[in-house]
């Protein structure tokens, strides 16, 4: 069940300020607010998904392209392609996912220190 109270879904209400770094109708990318590298951006669409597999499950294969199109757009405009990053979503309980809005994590801008 979706909270339509939780934190991203204020941001994109524009209840909860933030930095934005791209948007259009369907897709916020902002700076998270407590970042772990130089670069540290957050993806989300503006739809009502949990996590990453209700994002898959209620989109279409356009959508869901669309959206990481877009992510590799920003990745550019950050200018850390070149460099390298990392592209990450916490899913769930076991995925350490806080917030429950479906988001992509965006780092880079340094050697991202991250392993699995
Ligand atoms: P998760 O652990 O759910 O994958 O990550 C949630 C992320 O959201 C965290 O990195 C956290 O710093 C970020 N975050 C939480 N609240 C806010 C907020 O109000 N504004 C912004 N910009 N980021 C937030």
Do not use: W
Request: contains cysteine; hydrophobic residues 35%; glycine residues 8%.
């Amino acid at each position: 069940m979706y909270d339509e109270n939780n934190i991203f879904a204020k941001i994109i209400r524009g209840e909860i300020p933030c930095e934005k770094v791209y948007e259009d109708d369907e897709v916020l990318f902002f700076k998270d607010i407590n970042p772990i590298a130089k670069v540290h951006v957050l993806g989300i669409p503006k739809s009502q998904c949990v996590d990453f597999s209700d994002f898959i499950y209620k989109n279409t294969p356009t959508t869901i392209s669309e959206f990481f199109n877009k992510t590799h757009l920003v990745i550019e405009k950050l200018g850390i392609a070149k460099d390298g990053y990392k592209v990450i979503s916490n899913s769930g309980t076991n995925g350490g996912q806080e917030v429950p809005h479906f988001h992509i994590h965006i780092l880079g801008g340094q050697k991202v220190n991250l392993s699995i």
